[in-house]
């Protein structure tokens, strides 16, 4: 029994050093290097990880993991990890040189309405345009905008789909991969992948994992109508099964309903307005399915 009790006692010694490792007070944010390539460090205790800023603009999302779920640099409530403006000097951690110091990094000295930092001549009606709807646009200056992911851009029925969206950033982080939404930061990142090929199919795509996000009875809805069924595991844990019937109109679709509802959307998005996709391999098939038609109608009312 005494060494249940010395190993009780130990447990709890132990969680509570963990906790005071992770307080706010132990917590200090030191910069590293200079204005144009900034590596800031968090140290928790004696454990440290660190997060990297480029010199445009772009915080690496995988990196994000790296912040802490028990700091709030700003203290504005939200912890770091979640924050799309971890400084709280207003400016979105994408389009903020110094997202990690309200004192700078922020500048817009020209008054036009764009962040100095995010700044590009070539597309700077784009970015006022995106800057009128509170949307910062984050341009890799390696690569130019093809003419239908430009043309997406400037579609009004587009901008209904990012409603409330904060940032999209066409990156130059090569993370191996087309692109992503960032649900907590809002954001959608376009990678270069998907920049040299057919950007503008990820762009409507990852719109439509923000549009799930802030139209969750729609989602919902769809999910429901494509037949994803939510089932528990013998430990309790959610997984979700698709029926066998069910036809969606590519390979991806089928990887999981927040998948399935992109691809779905971005499916009727495009063929409504007639914008080439190569990804629908398997539309004909998809076309034959019972539900289509209801589907069909459904998802245009809905969009148009």
Not at 7 to 31: D, M, P, Q, W
């Amino acid at each position: 029994m005494t060494g249940m009790f010395i190993n009780h006692n130990l447990i709890l010694i132990l969680f509570s050093i963990s906790l005071l490792a992770c307080s706010g007070k132990r917590v200090t944010y030191k910069e590293f290097t200079n204005q144009f390539d900034s590596k800031y460090n968090l140290s928790l205790g004696e454990s440290e990880s660190s997060v990297y800023f480029t010199t445009i603009a772009e915080l690496d999302p995988i990196k994000r993991n790296s912040l802490s779920l028990y700091t709030d640099l700003d203290g504005d409530g939200v912890v770091d990890y979640h924050d799309q403006d971890i400084d709280g000097d207003g400016i979105h951690n994408y389009a903020d040189s110094y997202p990690m110091d309200a004192q700078i990094g922020g500048e817009d000295l020209n008054g036009d309405g764009i962040i100095d930092f995010i700044f590009n001549e070539k597309y700077q009606e784009l970015q006022r345009m995106y800057q009128d709807k509170e949307v910062h646009l984050v341009f890799n200056n390696s690569y130019e905008l093809d003419s239908l992911t430009y043309n997406t851009l400037i579609d009004q029925d587009f901008f209904k789909n990012i409603k409330d969206l904060k940032c999209i950033s066409f990156s130059s982080l090569d993370l191996n991969k087309y692109a992503d939404y960032n649900s907590q930061w809002k954001a959608i990142n376009i990678y270069p992948q998907a920049l040299s090929n057919s950007a503008h199919e990820s762009l409507i795509h990852e719109s439509f994992h923000h549009y799930a996000n802030i139209e969750n009875e729609f989602y919902a809805l769809i999910i429901a109508k494509l037949e994803w069924m939510l089932t528990y595991d013998e430990y309790g844990m959610e997984n979700y099964e698709l029926a066998t019937s069910t036809k969606l109109p590519s390979d991806y679709a089928y990887t999981d309903p927040k998948e399935s509802f992109a691809e779905v959307m971005t499916y009727f998005y495009t063929m409504n307005k007639n914008i080439p996709m190569q990804r629908f391999k398997r539309s004909e098939e998809f076309k034959m399915s019972s539900d289509y038609l209801e589907l069909e109608s459904l998802i245009l009312e809905q969009l148009f």
